[in-house]
């Protein structure tokens, strides 16, 4: 939640250069409040785990947020108990329909990165989904392979296969000047990676769209941004819970595929060993932030965007 101090008052400059959430007397003298709209789009394999995973996430705030998930209705999902998604999930094409608006929504990853998007068999719908979010929604936050989709639909940039998975908890830091996305951050933070393809960076940094928030050698583009926050695109999973890693590499093992031991994960690489988490306070920090800017930036009135 913002502070509410006199624009007069000397730390005020410095607390706006911080990207310290502030209200100023006169504005908070004017300021309705009402709870604030999110839809998820929820790809994941792992339905209900990603929804608590994301849950937890964003009832860790003094904000009262609505939640509304979203399915692709032109695709039957195997991995969620009979009946979860008909009781629970709202079908896309009638947010569209009946152009409901929100204040955020979240288009996590999917289990499809290998495919060229267009073999995706709710490729369609996904896409109409991405557009319709950028006049109906002030900000969308797109994960893993659901960032890979919003920037090749909106702006043409292509994945690229990895020699081999990414796959472990890396450090990342954070370019230039520090977005509102990452205040409080540490200069270095860990995340967890998942994945078989990356985005094309250099078409990212030429795209002028677009602003690389955070990169590293190890994991390449990790978040990037546009229109000041109401795009953003992270690579990696912050959202994963302590075990989650754990439970891909023995599915993966079971299944005789190819998988190396997650990195900086169990404790000397000893995989009978709980693993060590690192991420969850910046994960925590990290949707609080994106709450707390949906909430100074998006109209009381969300027809008003």
Known sequence: MPIKIPRTLPAF????????????DD??????IRPLKVGIV???PTTLDTETQ????????????????????????????????????LNSDGIIKNKIRFDGLIITGAPVETLPFEEVDYWDELA???DYSTE??????HICWGAQAGLYRRYGIPKVPLEKKLFGIFPHNIQG???????GFDDEFPAPQSRH????????????????????????????????????????????????????????LAKGLPIAIPRNYYPEDDPSRAPVVRWRAHAHLFFSNWLNYVYQETPYDLGDM
């Not at 504005?27 to 309705?32: I, S, Y």
């Not at 109906?136 to 936050?141: A, I, R």
């Not at 990212?204 to 994991?219: F, G, R, Y």
């Open 128 to 130: 109409a989904v991405i």
């Open 54 to 89: 994301l849950l937890r996430l964003l009832g860790n705030s003094p904000l009262q947020v609505d939640i509304s998930f979203l399915r692709m209705g032109s695709h039957e999902s195997r991995n969620a108990p009979p009946g979860h998604l008909e009781k629970f999930y």
């Open 177 to 183: 000047g520090r977005h509102v996305l990452f205040r």
């Open 197 to 252: 393809t990356a985005t094309d960076r250099d078409a990212v940094a030429a795209c002028p769209a677009l602003t690389i928030q955070s990169e590293t050698d190890d994991t390449g583009l990790f978040i990037a941004t546009a229109r000041g926050g109401r795009e953003v695109y992270t690579t990696g999973h912050l959202e994963y819970d302590p075990l989650t890693l754990d439970r891909e590499y023995r599915r993966d």
């Open 27 to 32: 504005r908070a003298e004017h300021q309705d």
């Open 13 to 24: 400059d410095d607390l706006t250069e911080e990207r310290v959430f502030i209200i100023p």
């Open 42 to 44: 929820n790809l994941m």
């Open 136 to 141: 109906n929604v002030w900000s969308t936050l």
